[in-house]
């Protein structure tokens, strides 16, 4: 294969260009980097590969399609960096790194004009910011629903992706929402018994010292109720109904 066809094939495939940077990617890590849609929800276990697979989309993004941005969202500005922090080791693996305008411990703008940044979960500051290409969610259980409400319009005119990624926290939040609705997600679970490179032993472990509450959560990417819930999301459900109030 001539370098030009190879580099057409680099631009066109993003499991590829993966496969480029050393990473040999699980099965549904191939799925979701061969995934042509537009919204996708991974409810993946702790320690399963989300954060490599979303960092080889984002930098993907960045060098094929010049003038793109890409919006790396989390609850905190910690665990906005550490996803970018990945982006960056992921640019540093290849043998022709991109020429950067700008550069710092949040943020990159490629001379090409495509831009990554990350932010922390606060919707002022999302406001900012329109025409997304792709939007990655970071630990979306844990989002404020607001901020994932202004997070959406970004996408208005730039048809781009939204990735929704995390572990779950309780039956509430869009996160559950979405994943339980009827919208037209991708929805890809990945549980931590799935992961060849999670020891069954340490998993054991883990349940022993965590308890089930935390470990059907953190390793099994199950929704269960909140510890201080006192009607549990059933009930709260069934209770609902479309009719007239009973009190005006």
Known sequence: MNDLAADL????DPLAFARRLGIEPDPWQERVLSWPGKRLLLNCSRQAGKSTTAS?????RAIYWPGSLSILVSPSLRQSSELFRKVTEL????????????????????QSGSRVLSLPASEATIRGFSGANL???????????????????????????????????????????????????ERIQVKATDCPRIDPAFLAEERASLGDWWFKQEYLCEFVETTDQVFSYEEVMNALCDGQPLFL
Request: net charge neutral.
């Open 9 to 12: 094939r680099l631009a066109l």
């Open 56 to 60: 080889v989309l984002v930098l993907h």
């Open 91 to 110: 640019m540093a693996r290849l043998d022709e790194k991109p020429k950067l305008a700008e550069d710092n411990k949040l943020s990159l703008r490629m």
């Open 135 to 185: 939007v990655i969610e970071d630990e979306a259980s844990r989002v404020p629903d607001d901020l994932y409400r202004a997070v959406r319009p970004m996408l208005a005119t730039s048809g781009g992706k939204l990735i929704l990624m995390s572990t779950p926290f309780g039956k509430r939040g869009h996160f559950h929402d979405e994943w339980h609705g009827d919208a037209a997600w």
